[in-house]
């Protein structure tokens, strides 16, 4: 058993996935998700992709949009943590900032909900959600709003 706190752990693995991503190493970025680990993303089909497979392509697809010659600024914002020893949730807005290989920048924020568990004395990422605002009137994702 390690010397951490369940918050004070999972805070660790949220830090180390904020690096991986700003590096752009998705095998680091992938591996706090479990193996079956259930995904609502903010794209694509409605059904949830399931498994680490479906987030590591999802990441590749993601990263394959941004320019190859520029930094990727990732940060994961306030993140308020809750775990007991063996199950857990983390929630958090999001935050990319990266210039985008097509031209543009690509600046927003997003919700991010995650629930934990301990396997085999690792915490695992088993659900992933992930959303953004709508405007109801338009019905276009709301992905310009920043926080107070």
């Not at 697809?61 to 994961?76: H, R």
């Not at 929630?91 to 995650?114: C, K």
């Not at 959303?131 to 109801?136: A, G, Q, R």
């Amino acid at each position: 058993m390690d010397n951490f706190s369940p918050v004070s752990a999972i805070r660790g693995l949220l830090d180390s996935q904020a690096a991986a991503i700003c590096n752009r190493d998705i095998a680091a970025a992938t591996a706090n998700y479990a193996f079956d680990v259930l995904i609502f993303d903010v794209v694509g089909p409605l059904a949830q992709p399931k498994g680490n497979s479906s987030v590591r392509n999802r990441l590749k697809e993601w990263m394959g949009t941004f320019s190859g010659d520029t930094p990727v600024f990732f940060e994961i914002t306030d993140p308020t943590i809750e775990a007991s020893e063996d199950r857990g949730f983390s929630h958090s807005l999001n935050h990319v900032r990266v210039s985008l290989a097509g031209g543009g920048i690509l600046d927003m924020y997003w919700r991010e909900t995650f629930g934990w568990q301990k396997i085999n004395g690792e915490w695992k990422i088993v659900h992933a959600h992930s959303s953004v605002p709508f405007n109801p009137s338009t019905g276009m994702a709301s992905t310009g709003l920043k926080p107070d």
